[in-house]
C-alpha cells in the first residue's frame, strides 16, 4: 500500500513547522579503512547540539545498494516512493534548467550532432560544441512554428538543449531518434502508443525546420531528440500531507523537484545566509519548509574531501538561525551519499536527524554516519521520512480503531 | 507476497510452546530530554535476566511513522498485515464488547440521536445522555422483528450501542447514515454494492420501527448507524501456523481479536495473576499462549507516568511463572507505545524480546527502548514476528532446495 493511502486518510491540521534541511549528497566515506567520512571530520558542534536532543538513523534513498539520481533522491525524501513515481527525462531536463512544465507538456532533450553529405551523423555531439557557441543556435530554433503548438527552445549546455511542445493532445511515449552510433542517419520520431502520434508529428516538423535553421553551422548541423517525457503527475504536498510547503532552494533542478509536488518557490536566495533570511520571512505563511544545499553534493562528486569538509562546516553554522524559529520538527538529511572517494553519487545509507518533542531520543551526542547506523530510527527507506515528520508533528490520527 | 504463503507451505508440527505476552502501550517516551521512559524507570530483574538470554528489536507496529489502534496493532502482532486485513469500525466495536460475530454478520455502530419535530437532528449524541439511562433504551430495540433476520442489540457506553444483523446475503457496504451535522434529517441506509442492498432494506425497516419504539424519549427519540461491516475474513492461527492457540485475557476487545484469528479464549481471569493460574491449567493443550496485559495502555493514556511504571513492574513479577514453565519461546512485546507524555497511541517502535534456545543473543542485558533499538532483531515490522516465533520454536522448513 501506497503510504499516501495513509497520510491522506490519517492527515490532521495543526500549527506545527516542518523543517527538512537536506544537505545534497550528505553521506561520505573514508580516505582509508579506519579512517573518518567528510561529517566525521567537519566540526559540527551545532549538529552535535540537535544530536543530543533527536533521534537518528540511516536512510536508505531508495534501496540497499541503489545510488539515485537528484530526481528519486529527492522523491524519497518528500515521501514519493521512486520507483512507483518516475520524471522522465525531458521532465528532469526542463525542470533542471527551471522550466515550469505544465500538465500535458512535453519536454524532449536535445544534442546538436553534425552529419555529413549523406545524412549519416558524424559527431553525435557535434564536437562537443561551447555553452557559448550552442545556446545562441538552439534560440535560434525558436524560429520553428507548428500550428497549434506552442514551442520552447532552451539552451542547457553544451550540445544539449531542451525542446517543449505545448499543445492538445501530445503523449509523452516517443521513441529516442539518436541512433547511439555513427555513420547511420538520425531515426525518425516514432509513437510508442496511441495518444504519442501527434507529438511524433509534431517532432518530425520540428526536425524538418530546424535542419533548414540548422543547415549552415560547420559542426551543428542537425540535432536529435532523446526522453521524450510529459510532465510527471505527482500527487501535491496538500493533498497527501495537508501541508502547505516552501522551497527554498538556490539551484533550478531543486526548485523544479519541489514545484513538481506542489511546494511553492520561495525567495531568490543565492547563499545559505539568504536561504535562512528567506527562511524567516516565510516562517508564517507555510507549515513544512524544504530547504536544499547543493555543495555537500558538488564537492564530492570533484572528489575533493576537504572542501565537502568545509560545506559540512558552514552548514553547521546556520543550524542556530533554524533552531531560534523553534520548528516544531527539524530534519538534517541527504538526498543520497556523494563520497568524495567516489566523486559520484552513491548507495550508502545517508545519516539523518530528527528533533521533535516526541521523537524519543537516542543515546547519540553527535551526528555521522558510524553513529547514525545504532540511531533510533534504525535503518529506513527515504520514503517513510514524512510519515515519521507528520507523526512528530502532530499531524497523524491514528491508523484503525 | 503474504507471510503466510510461507507459513502455509513451511509450517512444522512439534511438541514446542510459545509464549506471547503482550503489554498493551509498552513503549514510552522520557518526560524530558536525557531523562527515562516508562520502561526504563521502572525496576525490572526479570525482564532483565530475560533480556540476558534472549535477543532484542524494536518492533514498528505498521509502518514508521503510523500509530495504531488496538485492532491493526494486534492484527501486526498476530502476523496478518495490517494493512492488508482491515476490520470494520462495526465488526471492531462488536468485538470490542465481547460479541462473537459469525460469518456474514453485519455489525452497525449506533448512536442515540436527538431529532425535532420536523425530523432533523438537533443533538447527533442525544445530549451524551448516560449509560444507566441509554442501556435499557438499547435493549428495547430487541423488540424489532425483522422476517428472516436475526437481529441483535447491545449497548455500549453511553449513546452508543451495537446492532447486530445475522441472514442470508448481508453485505456490509452500506454508507453511514449520521450527516455529521445538525439541521438536517439523517441519511437514508444507502447500499454502496450491489451485494449490500438487502443490508440497507434490513437497516431501514429497522430505523422505521426502532423510530417508533423510541419516539417518546425526550432526549434520545431516534439513533444513526455508522461503520456497516462484515466479520473480517482472516484465515485462522491452524491455518496458517498449524497452531493450536489460546488466548488469556481480560478485556473483551482482546478475546475478541483472538477470536477473529481463531484463537480459542481460555479461562475467565481478571488479574494478571489469574491469567498465570490459566496459563499453567492451559499449558498442556495449547501449543501458542497469547497473554494480553492491559494496563501498560491504560496508565499511559491517562498520561500517568509512575502507574505505568508501577505497571509494568507489576508485569515483570509474573514473569517466572512463565518461565517455569519452560516454552520454547517466550516473547514480551507490545503493539503499539503509549507513552504516558502523549497520553494516546503513538508510532514508536516497541521493545520486543524473544528468548529461546536458539535465538542467538544479543549482548543486552537490560530489556528497553534504548537497548532495543540496538538488538539483534533490529528494526522490523511486527507482521514479522511470528515468523520469527515459529523459526524459533522449530516450526518452519527450508524455503526452497
Redesign the interface.
Known amino acids: ?1 501506497d ?1 499516501h493511502t ?1 497520510t491522506r486518510e ?1 492527515q490532521l491540521s495543526n500549527a506545527s513547522k516542518i523543517v527538512m534541511l537536506v544537505a545534497d549528497g550528505l553521506g561520505g566515506l573514508p580516505r582509508t579503512p579506519g579512517g573518518k567520512t567528510e561529517l566525521e571530520t567537519a566540526k559540527t558542534p551545532n549538529l552535535s547540539a540537535l544530536a ?2 533527536g533521534v537518528q538513523g540511516a536512510s536508505i534513498p531508495v534501496k540497499p545498494g541503489i545510488a539515485p539520481g537528484s530526481g528519486p533522491g529527492h522523491l524519497g525524501l518528500f515521501g514519493y516512493n521512486p520507483l512507483q513515481y518516475k520524471i522522465g527525462r525531458g521532465a528532469l531536463e526542463a525542470t533542471g534548467i527551471g522550466f515550469e512544465l505544465k500538465d500535458g507538456d512535453v519536454a524532449i532533450r536535445c544534442n546538436f550532432c553534425t552529419i555529413d553529405k549523406n545524412g549519416n551523423i558524424s559527431d553525435r555531439r557535434a564536437g562537443r560544441i561551447s555553452s557559448a557557441e550552442s545556446a545562441p543556435l538552439a534560440i535560434s530554433l525558436r524560429q520553428v512554428k507548428i500550428p497549434g503548438i506552442e514551442i520552447f527552445v532552451e539552451p542547457v549546455k553544451e550540445h544539449r538543449f531542451v525542446v517543449v511542445f505545448r499543445g492538445e493532445g501530445l503523449g509523452g511515449n516517443v521513441a529516442d531518434t539518436d541512433p547511439q552510433i555513427t555513420g547511420v542517419p538520425p531515426l525518425d520520431p516514432r509513437a510508442n502508443d496511441k495518444d504519442s502520434h501527434r507529438t511524433a508529428q509534431v517532432a518530425t516538423e520540428f526536425l524538418a525546420q530546424a535542419k533548414k535553421i540548422l543547415a549552415s553551422h560547420p559542426k551543428a548541423n542537425f540535432h536529435t531528440m532523446r526522453g521524450f517525457a510529459n510532465k510527471p503527475t505527482l500527487p501535491s504536498y496538500k493533498e497527501v500531507y495537508g501541508l502547505k510547503a516552501a522551497a527554498i532552494a538556490v539551484y533550478p533542478m531543486y526548485k523544479g523537484l519541489a514545484r513538481l509536488v506542489g511546494m511553492d518557490i520561495v525567495g531568490s536566495a543565492q547563499t545559505l545566509a539568504e536561504q535562512m533570511d528567506t527562511l524567516e520571512l516565510a516562517w508564517a505563511k507555510y507549515d513544512f519548509f524544504f530547504i536544499h544545499f547543493k555543495y555537500t553534493d558538488s564537492t564530492g562528486e570533484d572528489g575533493n574531501f576537504s572542501e565537502k569538509v568545509k560545506r559540512i562546516e558552514e552548514l553547521d553554522t546556520i543550524i542556530p538561525r533554524i533552531t531560534k524559529l523553534n520548528p516544531t520538527v527539524t530534519i538534517v538529511t541527504g538526498d543520497h551519499s556523494t563520497p568524495s572517494y567516489l566523486k559520484g553519487h552513491s548507495w550508502h545509507p545517508v545519516p539523518t536527524l530528527l528533533v521533535s518533542d ?1 521523537c ?4 547519540h551526542t553527535t551526528f555521522n554516519e558510524t553513529t547514525c547506523i ?7 527507506e527515504a520514503q ?1 521520512l ?7 508533528a502532530g499531524r ?6
Open positions: 500500500m503510504m495513509l490519517l543530543q536532543m516526541c524519543r531520543p537516542d543515546p545504532t540511531g533510533g530510527l534504525g535503518h529506513f517513510y514524512m510519515t515519521l515528520a507528520m507523526a512528530n497523524l490520527g491514528k491508523f484503525g480503531a
